[in-house]
């Protein structure tokens, strides 16, 4: 055996160590994925059977008296306009274009992922409320500003805005130059209407805080899948 053939033999014998540690990182952190998705789908599960069960809770309606209770200058203008995205078929209309302009973008994999996150969910969400069957928040705690028709749980709302905004959340943090202000605007942009909308559904007595916290359980957990599902692909096209 020549110097060369030892050398390229040390360099392999040394790198099987660094690759076995790297392959236990990666299956330790598929685990603990695998357990926070495996949670969140119990503490989804055991919601959606009180609220089949229960009309609304007892903290429902304490949580929603503190939230309209809020006299902030503005807020409820502000909780009108962030609901708005996510009324009658904007929400598709949003969806749709956003495909389209990734496909024109030259980016297949992300328009397939987006509306897998957005339209997946949006069915998903009509089933799970035919099978909940739970009524919306009655006119008796409060004068409704629209009187809202279909089922309460989970709200699609926030479902939409979950499974939308966490995409492009994603998408963002992904693809954009890091450390660049189109990617803190971008992850900004995608974060806010999220953390707004459950609020939003309260404030507007569309929806109990229990629909929402389901809708964003579920919209993780869709969210999630449909991610997985994207990076398949991304990485097929890679390939």
Not at 10 to 35: G, H, Q
Not at 75 to 92: A, K
Not at 199 to 216: E, F, M, N
Request: glycine residues 8%; charged residues 15%.
């Amino acid at each position: 055996m020549n110097n060369q053939q030892r050398q390229t033999v040390e360099s392999l014998t040394e790198a099987l160590p660094s690759t076995r540690r790297r392959r236990a990182r990666i299956v330790r952190l598929l685990w603990r994925a695998e357990m926070f998705y495996a949670a969140g789908l119990l503490a989804f599960a055991v919601l959606a059977l009180f609220a089949h069960a229960y009309a609304h809770f007892g903290w429902d309606a304490t949580i929603q008296q503190l939230v309209r209770r809020i006299s902030l200058p503005g807020f409820g203008g502000l909780m009108r306009i962030i609901s708005i995205p996510g009324n009658g078929l904007i929400p598709h209309t949003i969806a749709v274009l956003t495909a389209v302009v990734f496909v024109l973008m030259r980016l297949r994999a992300e328009a397939a992922g987006i509306l897998l996150s957005t339209t997946g969910s949006g069915i998903m969400n009509m089933v799970i409320k035919m099978v909940i069957g739970r009524p919306r928040p009655d006119a008796q705690r409060g004068e409704l500003l629209i009187q809202y028709p279909g089922n309460s749980f989970p709200s699609g709302h926030v479902t939409f805005y979950v499974c939308y905004f966490g995409c492009l959340f994603f998408l963002a943090y992904a693809l954009l130059p890091r450390h660049s202000l189109t990617r803190r605007l971008a992850l900004l942009f995608a974060v806010l209407p999220v953390a707004l909308i459950g609020l939003s559904r309260v404030h507007l007595l569309a929806h109990w805080p229990s629909d929402t916290l389901g809708a964003y359980l579920f919209g993780g957990l869709w969210l999630a899948f449909s991610l997985d599902i994207y990076r398949r692909l991304k990485a097929t096209q890679t390939n």
